[in-house]
């Protein structure tokens, strides 16, 4: 039995569900009669289903970041959270564009690129609130908020209460390593 079109280095056949049951059933025949033919049919069955796991890893990563990406993304946004920070900015430095940037890192980070720089500015807003004296103002512009005004919405959109009430509830204990994470 022959299968030109099924080799490992080509795609596989429409019906690969077909040629793999044929190749299997042929194998099981001949194992009795002609063991060298069934262990070529099992083996070039056995190349079909290994292109098709390679296949299927490839899709998997498809529309990711690479690991390389995902840490100069991220060390790009921690480092520049303090300024109007564009995802197209984010996109330049991983050398995408920025439609194919933000795809990709909703793939791979599960919220979109604004989401998440948005969640770190917050995370730093919480950090300084804890340990400066800084009034909510200066730590609005602190970590790239346009005024305290922009500040007190998305901390509150995100949080669910204000910041000066999530200060004054933390402030007791700035120690609490959950409370930054809260």
């Given at each position: 039995m022959t299968f030109p079109d099924a080799t490992p280095t080509s795609p596989l056949p429409r019906d690969r569900t077909l040629v793999l049951?044929?190749?299997?059933a042929d194998a099981s025949r001949a194992f009795d009669e002609d063991p060298d033919t069934a262990r070529d049919l099992v083996r070039r069955a056995s190349q079909l289903l290994e292109a098709?796991?390679?296949?299927?890893?490839?899709?998997?990563?498809?529309g990711r970041?690479?690991?390389?990406?995902?840490?100069?993304?991220?060390?790009?946004?921690?480092?520049?959270?303090?300024?109007?920070?564009?995802v197209r900015d984010v996109a330049a430095t991983v050398r995408?564009?920025?439609?194919?940037?933000?795809?990709?890192?909703?793939?791979?980070?599960?919220?979109?690129?604004?989401?998440?720089?948005?969640?770190?500015?917050?995370?730093?807003?919480?950090?300084?609130?804890?340990?400066?004296?800084?009034?909510?103002?200066?730590?609005?512009?602190?970590?790239?908020f346009s005024d305290q005004a922009h500040f007190?919405?998305?901390?509150g959109a995100?949080?669910?209460?204000?910041?000066?009430?999530?200060?004054r509830e933390h402030q007791e204990r700035p120690s609490d390593p959950a409370a930054l994470a809260a």
């Open positions: 049951a044929r190749l299997v098709e796991v390679q296949r299927l890893a490839r899709d998997q990563q498809t970041l690479a690991p390389w990406q995902v840490r100069a993304a991220t060390a790009f946004i921690d480092q520049n959270r303090d300024r109007n920070l564009q995408l564009s920025p439609s194919y940037f933000s795809h990709a890192f909703k793939e791979s980070f599960g919220q979109s690129a604004k989401s998440y720089i948005i969640e770190r500015r917050i995370a730093r807003a919480k950090h300084l609130m804890l340990t400066t004296r800084d009034t909510l103002a200066q730590i609005a512009l602190a970590c790239g007190c919405r998305t901390f995100g949080v669910g209460q204000t910041p000066s009430r999530w200060r």
